[in-house]
């Protein structure tokens, strides 16, 4: 078992004979994230550190997790500083760096040293980038019963996208779960005359999120960075694939890409999630001045339930949304 701390190419990993650990996903499933956070502050993690690296750090000690990937350059910065501390702790900790300036041959180079770290060759990963695709194409099905078929949750969508970074440790099983999944959703009934949102930034460290917007009338039919997630691209060429992937690189990629969904799902609004101390905070800015359509930002700092604060933004937002109203919130 090999931990992550966020989308790596996940070829190299399977094709090593590893299971891939979303650390992200582990957490805040748990059933215990809050208690995972309370832990890492008592080993000395400060306050005003982001909760998801705090319940990284505790998942990886309390599951016994002696290798990690960690993500140092194009996610989280605080990301070395946690490498180091797990090393302290005797894991081994893999770093990985997606190029800022999306550069092939910088990109190539970092799978190239993650592939003889992990002792895989380059015909057992070409041959693993077959076998993921022919799930990635499956998710992508899903995205589009979401959006364009109008008979897949918001909460669905993203549960199956989002784990897509990891496949859950087991790609086989995955995809038999999203064969069965998909096989039922078919035969439903398509909602009809919801607010059509579209959800930007990191995954929710809200619990009942989906649930809540959707008791309010509306719905997420694009889910930005989970749909990320899933490499729904297409491309043959495994470096090619993970330069398209937008959440590492310049916003300006994100820009297009969410500008392509406000058109093709009809979106009537976004809402954007911010996490606490996270720098990626400041591209609101941008979010703000390159989108056309009503934008609600949100921010979240500690796992747990969706705090009444939140729920009633969210009900005003829909309520202005409802009312027709055009301007940003």
């Known amino acids: 078992m090999i931990g992550i701390t966020a989308t790596v190419p996940l070829e190299i990993v399977l094709a090593a004979g590893r299971t891939p650990v979303d650390l992200n996903n582990l957490f805040i499933t748990s059933g215990s994230s809050r208690e995972l956070v309370a832990q890492a502050e008592s080993a000395g993690f400060s306050h005003n550190i982001c909760a998801w690296i705090k319940g990284i750090y505790s998942t990886v000690i309390n599951h016994g997790i002696r290798e990690v990937i960690a993500v140092t350059g194009g996610d989280c910065s605080n990301t070395i500083a946690l490498g180091e501390i797990l090393e302290q702790k005797g894991v081994r900790v893999i770093p990985f760096e997606y190029p800022l300036d999306r550069n092939r041959e910088t990109l190539q180079n970092q799978m190239e040293i993650l592939r003889v770290k992990l002792g895989a060759t380059w015909p057992e990963i070409e041959n693993m980038g077959v076998r993921l695709e022919s799930i990635r194409k499956k998710l992508k099905q899903l995205d589009q019963l979401t959006y364009g078929k109008n008979v897949v949750t918001g909460s669905e969508n993203h549960r199956f996208l989002v784990n897509s970074s990891d496949f859950n440790g087991n790609p086989d099983l995955f995809e038999s779960e999203l064969d069965e999944f998909l096989a039922g959703v078919r035969k439903r009934t398509p909602r009809s005359n919801e607010i059509r949102l579209g959800y930007l930034g990191v995954p929710p460290i809200f619990t009942q999120f989906y649930e809540c917007i959707e008791s309010l009338g509306a719905r997420v039919v694009f889910n930005e960075v989970q749909r990320q997630f899933s490499m729904p691209f297409g491309q043959k060429d495994i470096v090619e694939q993970y330069l398209q992937y937008t959440y590492p690189y310049h916003m300006s990629a994100r820009l297009k890409d969410i500008k ?69 919130f």
């Open 260 to 328: 392509d969904a406000i058109n093709e799902r009809q979106l009537d609004g976004l809402i954007h999630y911010t996490q606490t101390f996270c720098y990626r905070q400041i591209y609101d800015i941008l979010l703000r001045e390159d989108t056309t359509i009503p934008l609600l930002t949100l921010e979240g700092d500690r796992p747990g339930f969706i705090d009444g604060r939140t729920v009633l933004r969210i009900e005003t937002f829909v309520e202005m949304l409802q009312a027709g109203k055009g301007e940003l």
